[in-house]
Nanobody, 125 residues
């Protein structure tokens, strides 16, 4: 079992920044891929970013590339999402997810077995 708790969401003006954190507990954090997804009102849960268990490989959705940075600190069992140059269209509930079993593609929500409760990010224009 893995428990994930997100924090760091909030209200920010367009052009601003936020840093999301996701604290993990349970199975060895340093052995699995972590991802961030987001879900706006009436939309599906979309891929944002993912990071390999070593942190050596990172992946981003085209919509956030160059603005968002995913990182992890295995000593703290925590993954981060630094979000810069935020836009109103970034408004969503952001979820972190753990991919313990490597099935499917990293950019699909179905490839992740554990999820946090989500944190709201609202970007005003």
């Amino acid at each position: 079992q893995v428990q994930l708790v997100e924090s760091g969401g909030g209200l920010v003006q367009a052009g601003g920044s936020l840093r999301l954190s996701c604290a993990a507990s349970g199975r060895a954090f340093s052995t699995y891929t972590m991802g961030w997804f987001r879900q706006g009102p009436g939309t599906e849960r979309d891929f944002v970013a993912a990071i390999s268990w070593t942190g050596g490989s990172t992946y981003y959705a085209d919509s956030v590339k160059g603005r968002f940075t995913i990182s992890r600190d295995n000593a703290k069992n925590t993954v981060y999402l630094q979000m810069n140059s935020l836009k109103p269209e970034d408004t969503a509930v952001y979820y972190c997810a753990a991919r313990i079993i490597r099935v499917g593609n990293y950019y699909l929500a179905s490839a992740y077995q554990y999820w946090g409760q989500g944190t709201q990010v609202t970007v005003s224009s």
